[in-house]
């Protein structure tokens, strides 16, 4: 057998695309033991597939999480307002929806609602519901951070445009000029300071 024509031909591609071709399986692991180029070939067509999988995945969502972990019965992270951790794209938006849910006043919202839910030396994290846009700003010693818990809004960071959802967080860059439009009747959010 012709060895380079049977690889040419497309056979371990379609092995590695048809696991569950049993005779296409056993054809190829019996070749694999008389011609170490078959194995060669199968390990650089594997390589292949995986950096093309690596090119064209997508970040799930971060919600994906929260829904995935309910399905299989795990229970879900519970805050204590006295020692919340940081916000990042980590957090999960419905703990900490539920965590400060108690602090929400009653709709229909005002204008504006901040009620801080800790400040220390490192860091201030202010729960905050806003029919209002925020103009163009910037912080020089501050880093500023958002994490949607409901709503929706569109942020403006330096040249780049984030639509931001319940579960997104965004972390603004010091020294950068930001804006944020908000894009449903509301959003509720926990605004995070870090000081720097």
Not at 57 to 74: E, H, N, T, Y
Not at 93 to 117: G, N, R, T
Request: glycine fraction near 4%; proline fraction near 5%; charge should be negative.
């Amino acid at each position: 057998m012709d060895i380079k024509s049977y690889i040419d031909e497309g056979n371990l591609e379609q092995y590695c695309f048809e696991l569950d071709n049993v005779s296409l399986g056993n054809e190829i692991a019996a070749l694999r033991l008389g011609h170490p180029e078959i194995g060669q070939e199968l390990n650089r067509i594997e390589l292949s597939i995986e950096e093309l999988a690596k090119t064209h995945a997508i970040m799930p969502s971060l919600q994906l999480k929260g829904r995935i972990m309910a399905a299989l019965g795990i229970a879900e992270e519970v805050l204590d307002l006295n020692h919340l951790p940081p916000t990042s794209k980590y957090s999960n938006y419905e703990s900490w929806l539920k965590a400060v849910e108690h602090l929400i006043p009653a709709a229909p919202f005002d204008d504006f609602f901040a009620h801080v839910l800790q400040q220390n030396e490192q860091m201030a994290q202010t729960l905050v519901i806003t029919k209002l846009n925020v103009p163009d700003e910037v912080h020089d010693v501050v880093a500023e951070s958002f994490f949607i818990l409901e709503g929706t809004c569109t942020c403006t960071v330096g040249h780049e445009v984030f639509t931001l959802n319940a579960g997104d967080y965004l972390a603004i860059p010091l020294h950068t000029n930001h804006d944020i439009r908000i894009d449903s009747p509301y959003v509720i959010a926990i605004l995070q300071h870090q000081f720097v």
